[in-house]
Each structure stands twice: as C-alpha cells, then as structure tokens.
Nanobody
Framework: QVQLVESGGGLVQAGGSLRLSCAASGRTFSSYNMGWFRQAPGKEREFVAAFSRSGGNTYYADSVKGRFTISRDNAKNTVYLQMNSLKPEDTAVYYC?????????????????WGQGTQVTVSS
C-alpha cells in the first residue's frame, strides 16, 4: 500500500513556474514507477510525465516536453514535477500516481495508487 500526498499547486501567470511535490508513504517507494497526470474541467485525466523505478528513464507528454521536468528522490520518498513556461492550457488538477507494473504506462488504468490532487491555475 502506498499513500500519496501532492502539494505545491497554486495560481501563476502565464510564463511562470511552479514545482509540485508528491510525498509517498511506505518503505517500498523505490519499487514503483511514478507518474503525474492532470485533469482539466470537463476533460479526461491525461498523462503528463513518468519516472521509472530505477530512475533511469523519464517520459513526457508532447504537450509538456521541454517545459516540465519530473524527478524523484528515493531517500525522501518524494517525486517532483518542475513546471516552467506555464500556459493557460496547463490549468488543471494535477495528480501523482504510483504503478507497480514492470513497464512505464501512460494510461490511468496502469496506475495502482493516486493522490488527492493539487490545483494549478495559469492566468493569461
């Protein structure tokens, strides 16, 4: 069992930056692939970024590539999402998720544990 708690969301102007954090409970954090998803009002939850359990591989949605960076600190049981050059279309609730699969997925159904989400609002 893994419990995830996100923080760091807020209101920012277009072009600004935010860093989201996701603190995980449990001693097996390093055995999970970690991902970030987001859900805008009226839209389905979508993949943003993922980081392999080994720390050797990262994956990004095309819409955030070059602007967002995912990282993890296994010693602190924490995964981060650094978001730069934010755009109004990045406005959404951002969710942290953990997957015990042997592959890194981009679908909601491939993740086993979810946080409660943190709101990110980008004003134009």
């Amino acid at each position: 069992q893994v419990q995830l708690v996100e923080s760091g969301g807020g209101l920012v102007q277009a072009g600004g930056s935010l860093r989201l954090s996701c603190a995980a409970s449990g001693r097996t954090f390093s055995s999970y692939n970690m991902g970030w998803f987001r859900q805008a009002p009226g839209k389905e939850r979508e993949f943003v970024a993922a980081f392999s359990r080994s720390g050797g591989n990262t994956y990004y949605a095309d819409s955030v590539k070059g602007r967002f960076t995912i990282s993890r600190d296994n010693a602190k049981n924490t995964v981060y999402l650094q978001m730069n050059s934010l755009k109004p279309e990045d406005t959404a609730v951002y969710y942290c998720a953990a997957s015990g699969s042997s592959w890194i997925g981009r679908r909601v159904t491939e993740y086993d544990y979810w946080g409660q989400g943190t709101q990110v609002t980008v004003s134009s």
